[in-house]
């Protein structure tokens, strides 16, 4: 349902880009978003869209990770400018997807692996 992608291996103070797309039949896309987990840590939000359409960020991505979307494509986009080796991590893209009879369903993507080398 979930197919993300543009995980990689990059220096610090390099730059990536994340896309993840919903597919399937549903009525309308809930909340989107990113989230990380680093190794022995929990898994974190980085940034998504609310149902309203704002955006929240974690605070340590504030400034330098951008969260975009094509709605059309039911797609969001996490352009990751000056990396740093903690943010270091695999990415899982999330989606509360709205069906066609009205239930509200969480999905996760595959997790994509970032890597920042110092």
């Known amino acids: 349902q979930l197919q993300a992608s543009g995980g990689g291996l990059v220096q610090a103070g390099g730059s990536l880009r994340l896309s993840c797309a919903a597919s399937?039949?549903?009525?309308?896309?809930?909340?989107m978003g990113w989230y990380r987990q680093a190794p022995g840590k929990q898994r974190e939000l980085v940034a998504l869209?609310?149902?309203?359409?704002?955006?929240n960020y974690a605070d340590s991505v504030k400034g330098r990770f951008t969260i975009s979307r094509d709605n059309a494509k039911n797609t969001v986009y996490l352009q990751m400018n000056n990396l740093k080796p903690e943010d270091t991590a695999v990415y899982y893209c999330?989606?509360?997807?709205?069906?066609?009879?009205?239930?509200?369903?969480?999905?996760w993507g595959r997790g994509t692996l970032v890597t920042v080398s110092s």
């Open positions: 869209f609310t149902e309203g359409g704002n955006t």
């Open positions: 399937g039949s549903f009525r309308s896309v809930g909340t």
């Open positions: 999330n989606a509360l997807l709205v069906s066609w009879a009205g239930s509200r369903n969480d999905y």
